[in-house]
């Protein structure tokens, strides 16, 4: 009876020290980072519909200045169209204020960014990028990390090489680069960032990948947990799709001029993705793209597009 006893509390006290383990740190991993898209930085006094061209500074300099105020950031990014015009004066004019940031920034191109028949190139942007931000370490417009043991970092182009555009492409030797890249992350959670959203928050054809299902053929193949984080339609929006979350996160210089701070939680069995939505602390400034926007209500989501929790189970 002794042993008997003596058995089961050996197994009780490997239970409990099991359940401790799987609590702690190397089990359950956090990355947190903020989000901001569509800023259309300028330098003209001049504004351009609802988009508030001759304040987009300020409304920078605030997001910024609430970013340093957020505590543990991993990183913040920048999901494309940070200019409003793709030349090197307000390029650098952005990258002044970006660098005011106590975190690391990385930046993806939008259609906004770079052109093919002035300064601006992919070549020369990717140029300036290393040149003013010390953690742009790459050699592509398109490139990946890991910022710690369970995540895995990927950052796509999706901007066009040739005409002016609003549609976005993802050339096929991006793709297979991408494909190759998922084949080593499969027990990874898996961020994506891309200025144009695999699944759009409203139909626009001018605004869409051109090549959408050659983007899905290659997701299709994995099944870790996978969240796409993208801007461009300056929609707010969440949406889970088997294994992927699709997140839209709307312009800093249109209404309802906003960007996000994401928590996820990497647990052994799950993903928890935590969404606190950021508003602009320049009230005269929202008010006046609420009133130049139509159909104001709709670019500023739903509570559960904005303020909310989305768990993915890993299989």
Same mark, same amino acid.
């Given at each position: 009876?002794?042993?008997?006893?003596?058995?089961?509390?050996?197994?009780?006290?490997?239970?409990?020290?099991?359940?401790?383990?799987?609590?702690?740190?190397?089990?359950?991993?956090?990355?947190?980072?903020?989000?901001?898209?569509?800023?259309?930085?300028?330098?003209?006094?001049?504004?351009?519909?609802?988009?508030?061209?001759?304040?987009?500074?300020?409304?920078?300099?605030?997001?910024?200045?609430?970013?340093?105020?957020?505590?543990?950031?991993?990183?913040?990014?920048?999901?494309?169209?940070?200019?409003?015009?793709?030349?090197?004066?307000?390029?650098?004019?952005?990258?002044?204020?970006?660098?005011?940031?106590?975190?690391?920034?990385?930046?993806?191109?939008?259609?906004?960014?770079?052109?093919?028949?002035?300064?601006?190139?992919?070549?020369?942007?990717?140029?300036?990028?290393?040149?003013?931000?010390?953690?742009?370490?790459?050699?592509?417009?398109?490139?990946?990390?890991?910022?710690?043991?369970?995540?895995?970092?990927?950052?796509?182009?999706?901007?066009?090489?040739?005409?002016?555009?609003?549609?976005?492409?993802?050339?096929?030797?991006?793709?297979?680069?991408?494909?190759? @890249?998922?084949? /080593?992350? &499969?027990? %990874?959670? #898996?961020?994506?960032?891309?200025? *144009?959203?695999?699944?759009?928050?409203? !139909?626009?054809?001018?605004?869409?990948?051109?090549?959408?299902?050659?983007?899905?053929?290659?997701?299709?193949?994995?099944?870790?947990?996978?969240?796409?984080?993208?801007?461009?339609?300056?929609?707010?929006?969440?949406?889970?799709?088997?294994?992927?979350?699709?997140?839209?996160?709307?312009?800093?210089?249109?209404?309802?001029?906003?960007?996000?701070? @994401?928590?996820? /939680?990497? &647990?052994? %069995?799950? #993903?928890?993705?935590?969404?606190? *939505?950021?508003?602009?602390?320049?009230? !005269?400034?929202?008010?006046?793209?609420?009133?130049?926007?139509?159909?104001?209500?709709?670019?500023?989501?739903?509570?559960?597009?904005?303020?909310?929790?989305?768990?993915?189970?890993?299989?």
């Amino acid at each position: 009876m002794k042993n008997l006893f003596k058995d089961l509390f050996y197994i009780l006290f490997v239970v409990l020290v099991l359940f401790f383990i799987s609590d702690q740190p190397s089990f359950s991993r956090t990355l947190k980072f903020a989000q901001i898209s569509d800023i259309h930085f300028s330098t003209v006094r001049d504004d351009n519909g609802y988009k508030l061209l001759s304040k987009t500074k300020p409304l920078l300099q605030d997001a910024v200045c609430q970013i340093n105020n957020e505590r543990n950031l991993n990183f913040v990014v920048i999901t494309g169209d940070g200019i409003d015009r793709p030349n090197k004066d307000s390029f650098l004019a952005l990258t002044d204020v970006l660098n005011e940031l106590k975190y690391p920034w990385y930046y993806v191109l939008g259609n906004h960014d770079t052109t093919t028949d002035g300064f601006l190139t992919k070549k020369n942007i990717l140029n300036l990028l290393k040149e003013q931000n010390p953690n742009y370490t790459f050699n592509s417009t398109y490139y990946t990390f890991k910022p710690k043991a369970g995540f895995r970092l990927i950052f796509l182009d999706g901007a066009k090489n040739k005409g002016i555009s609003s549609n976005g492409i993802l050339p096929e030797e991006e793709l297979c680069w991408l494909d190759d @890249i998922l084949k /080593k992350s &499969k027990n %990874d959670v #898996v961020l994506i960032f891309i200025h *144009f959203p695999l699944l759009t928050p409203f !139909d626009s054809k001018n605004h869409e990948i051109l090549n959408a299902d050659d983007f899905k053929s290659v997701l299709k193949k994995y099944n870790m947990p996978i969240a796409i984080f993208s801007g461009h339609y300056h929609m707010t929006k969440i949406t889970k799709r088997g294994n992927i979350l699709h997140v839209s996160t709307p312009s800093l210089a249109g209404y309802p001029n906003a960007f996000r701070i @994401i928590e996820v /939680k990497n &647990k052994h %069995d799950k #993903v928890i993705f935590n969404f606190k *939505f950021m508003e602009t602390n320049l009230k !005269d400034f929202q008010a006046k793209t609420k009133i130049l926007t139509l159909g104001g209500a709709r670019y500023y989501g739903k509570p559960q597009d904005r303020n909310t929790t989305v768990v993915l189970i890993k299989k």
